[in-house]
Nanobody, 124 residues
Framework: QVQLVESGGGLVMAGGSLRLSCAAS????????MGWFRQAPGKEREFVAS????????IYAKSVEGRFTISRDNVKNTGDLQMNSLKPEDTAVYYC?????????????????WGRGTQVTVSS
């Protein structure tokens, strides 16, 4: 019943910014930890960021820490990933994910729900 839909992807030049959004739907979507992952062509899906239900606990991949900010709005049932100072190596399909656990996680194997992904392309 839970569905996640990403939006906000696109083409941006290096140094620019993008904000991705994740819209969650489903009656059982509550008190879930939310995460963002990305996958470049031919590469493994890698962790980007995770945020707890309350928003008080966040973790980031070393490659994006200081540049990306994860947030969520539990009233609107949405989650955002603000991406600043984008680099060409950030180019990937970005996926929103959720897990029925209050603890943040960087492991893609611990997330039960996934969006279809949105393409982010950063040109040099």
């Amino acid at each position: 019943q839970v569905q996640l839909v990403e939006s906000g992807g696109g083409l941006v030049m290096a140094g620019g910014s993008l904000r991705l959004s994740c819209a969650a739907s489903g009656r059982l979507f509550s008190s879930y930890t939310m995460g963002w992952f990305r996958q470049a062509p031919g590469k493994e899906r890698e962790f980007v960021a995770s945020i707890s239900w309350s928003g008080s606990n966040t973790i980031y991949a070393k490659s994006v820490e200081g540049r990306f900010t994860i947030s969520r709005d539990n009233v609107k049932n949405t989650g955002d990933l603000q991406m600043n100072s984008l680099k060409p190596e950030d180019t990937a399909v970005y996926y929103c994910a959720a897990r029925s656990n209050s603890v943040v996680s960087s492991s893609r194997y611990e997330y039960s729900y996934w969006g279809r992904g949105t393409q982010v392309t950063v040109s040099s």
